[in-house]
Each structure stands twice: as structure tokens, then as C-alpha cells.
Nanobody, 123 residues
Framework: QVQLVESGGGLVQAGGSLRLSCAAS????????MGWFRQAPGKEREFVSA????????VYADSVKGRFTISKDSAKNTVYLQMNSLKPEDTANYYC????????????????WGQGTQVTVSS
């Protein structure tokens, strides 16, 4: 059974940085796409970034491009989201997600989800 556990959220001032981690377990993820999504209060969940576990292609939402970086450590079975130059509008609950198959930004295509980690950016 696939399990995704996020960590690394917290409270940070605008302009600061955080690194989120997503520890994945339950199977080999070489054929999977891994994504990060976020949901702010009163808003729908939105795509942030994604990558294939195998390969180098990455995708970012326009709102985070140039500030966020997705990466992975295969030895640790962990996906990261490095978030720099944080803005108050980045405040949200951040979710890690996984799907077997091609990389996509469509959250409905992801089968497995973590419980989320809260990121709060103060102005």
C-alpha cells in the first residue's frame, strides 16, 4: 500500500524559505509521477509542481516558477519541494501526491495523497 507522509511545513516570514519533504513507501516508484499541490482556506486545491520519479523533467505552476524547486532522493524514497522567496499568498496546506504513469498537472489523475503539511507565510 502506498503511503505518503509530508513534513517540513511551518511559519515563515515573507522572503524566507522552507523545504517540504514527502516520504514515500509501499512500492517501487520508478514508474510514478510525483506531485505537490496546495489548498488555501476557501480555495480549491491547485497544482504546484510535479516530476517523474525516473527522469529529469519537472513542471511548475506559473505562480511558483523560479522560486520553488522539486527534487528527489531515490535512496531515501523522498521527494522534496524547496520553497524560496515565499510570499503570503503561498500560505496553504501542501499535499504530496503520486500516480502511476505519465506526469500530469491534473490532480484528479493522482491516486495517492499524503495528509498535508501547513505552510504559513507572514507579511
Amino acid at each position: 500500500q502506498v503511503q505518503l507522509v509530508e513534513s517540513g511545513g511551518g511559519l515563515v516570514q515573507a522572503g524566507g524559505s522552507l523545504r517540504l519533504s514527502c516520504a514515500a513507501s509501499g512500492r517501487t516508484f520508478s514508474g510514478y509521477a510525483m506531485g505537490w499541490f496546495r489548498q488555501a482556506p476557501g480555495k480549491e486545491r491547485e497544482f504546484v509542481s510535479a516530476m517523474r520519479w525516473s527522469g529529469i523533467r519537472t513542471v511548475y505552476a506559473d505562480s511558483v516558477k523560479g522560486r520553488f524547486t522539486i527534487s528527489k532522493d531515490s535512496a531515501k524514497n523522498t521527494v522534496y519541494l524547496q520553497m524560496n522567496s515565499l510570499k503570503p499568498e503561498d500560505t496553504a496546506n501542501y499535499y504530496c501526491a503520486a500516480r502511476e504513469g505519465l506526469l500530469t498537472t491534473n490532480e484528479r489523475s493522482y491516486n495517492y495523497w499524503g495528509q498535508g503539511t501547513q505552510v504559513t507565510v507572514s507579511s
